[in-house]
């Protein structure tokens, strides 16, 4: 079994990579609305965790899932996590390992893998060129192929992971003050005479954290479900979305693009 959130894609296809190739079941855990905590595994079922890396933690919504997690039958489980980020994940593993510590497993594979920028929400945040973007799926994809032969021969105390520099600093002091501060959809706003009312931030959105107005246009519902993932900005086709105007001329992306 295989648990994943994901925004902008990079997180699902890394995880339906893995499930397609062993067979796995995948719980998507998006919408909190329609949770489900309580399983029972089969015979001789891992349990994994697929998740993006956000300002150096997990993602606030991917903790809170774990936390409420009971498998009455998870003793002596393989257990593994492969997330995914821009370029380092600081100590999220760490912090990762003591969520699923908590709820009764014990992390015996961990894997990052580094994935094209998506988060353009600050002045010196970019998304990657086109060539770099396809350069880090690349070099992921081969990476991913020796990941899940490791989880299919359930190989343990794999830890291949890149902490970056001052990893306790970034996840305990930049990230935490990132994760408090500034997931919030109440800088966003839409450029009414651009948008086309397409609806497709609404669709892609993964909380279902989006409505729409009278008019058409998208409303984010400021109820504290935002990840501040994106999805909703990087699939505007006209780019009508913008989050404090810092991201007026940033690129766009998600996995499998189709549009800059």
Not at 2 to 21: E, M
Not at 54 to 68: C, K
Not at 114 to 122: D, F, G, K, R, T
Not at 222 to 231: D, E, I, P, S
Request: aromatic share 12%; proline share 4%; with cysteine.
């Amino acid at each position: 079994m295989l648990f994943c959130f994901s925004g902008t894609g990079n997180t699902r296809w890394a995880a339906q990579t893995i499930a397609q190739a062993l067979d796995d079941r995948l719980v998507d855990i998006a919408d909190r609305h329609q949770w489900q905590t309580d399983y029972n595994l089969a015979d001789g079922e891992s349990v994994g965790f697929c998740f993006p890396v956000h300002g150096w933690q997990p993602p606030r919504i991917f903790r809170e899932f774990v936390s409420q997690l009971c498998i009455s039958n998870a003793s002596n489980r393989y257990c593994y996590a492969v997330c995914t980020c821009g370029d380092s994940i600081g100590k999220a593993m760490d912090m990762f390992q003591n969520d699923v510590l908590a709820v009764g497993f014990r992390l015996t594979a961990a894997f990052s893998l580094i994935m094209p920028e998506s988060y353009v929400c600050l002045p010196f945040m970019y998304t990657d060129t086109v060539e770099r973007e396809h350069e880090k799926i690349s070099v992921s994809a081969k990476k991913l192929d020796g990941i899940i032969n490791i989880i299919r021969c359930r190989e343990e105390n794999h830890r291949d992971i890149v902490e970056g520099p001052m990893p306790w600093t970034l996840t305990h002091i930049v990230g935490a003050f990132f994760n408090r501060f500034m997931i919030t959809d109440k800088p966003f706003t839409v450029d009414a005479d651009v948008c086309t009312h397409c609806g497709l931030c609404q669709k892609v959105c993964p909380t279902a954290n989006i409505t729409r107005t009278a008019d058409g246009l998208p409303s984010w519902n400021c109820n504290g479900n935002c990840t501040c993932c994106l999805a909703c900005y990087h699939h505007c086709p006209v780019h009508a979305i913008n989050y404090r105007n810092i991201t007026r001329k940033r690129g766009q992306y998600f996995f499998g693009i189709k549009h800059r």
